[in-house]
């Protein structure tokens, strides 16, 4: 089965930390850009951040520029998001998704989302 899995979100105070994974499981990731997409109650879903394939270019929202980085281990097949400084507004629902470069339109494959709170 040709699946991306999303783990490590939760609840984290305001400040704190979190480091969110994207595993691919049945594909390699060598062959795709990956990148994250986050989903707030009653808002569209926006890209975050995303990852070359080589893992040689990055980028970022302008709202998390700073503060999130984006990794990526092709030995391991997974690609990490550190999330450092988290603010209530980056409560979401965080996908991962596989795509042919980082500014390709087309998403081969999603994760089913990992849920973020940022909260006192």
């Known amino acids: 089965q040709l699946q991306l899995v999303e783990s490590g979100g939760g609840l984290v105070q305001p400040g704190g930390s979190l480091r969110l994974s994207c595993a691919a499981s049945?594909?390699?990731?060598?062959?795709?850009?990956i990148g994250w997409f986050r989903q707030a109650p009653g808002k569209e879903r926006e890209g975050v951040s995303c990852?070359?394939?080589?893992?040689?270019?990055?980028n970022y929202a302008d709202s998390v520029k700073g503060r999130f980085t984006i990794s990526r281990d092709n030995a391991k097949n997974t690609v990490y998001l550190q999330m450092d400084s988290l603010k209530p507004e980056d409560t979401a629902v965080y996908y991962c998704?596989?795509?042919?470069?980082?500014?390709?339109?087309?998403?081969?494959?999603w994760g089913q989302g990992t849920q973020v709170t940022v909260s006192s």
């Open positions: 998704a596989a795509q042919p470069y980082c500014y390709s339109t087309r998403r081969d494959y």
């Open positions: 049945g594909f390699t990731l060598d062959y795709y850009a």
């Open positions: 990852i070359s394939r080589s893992g040689g270019s990055t």
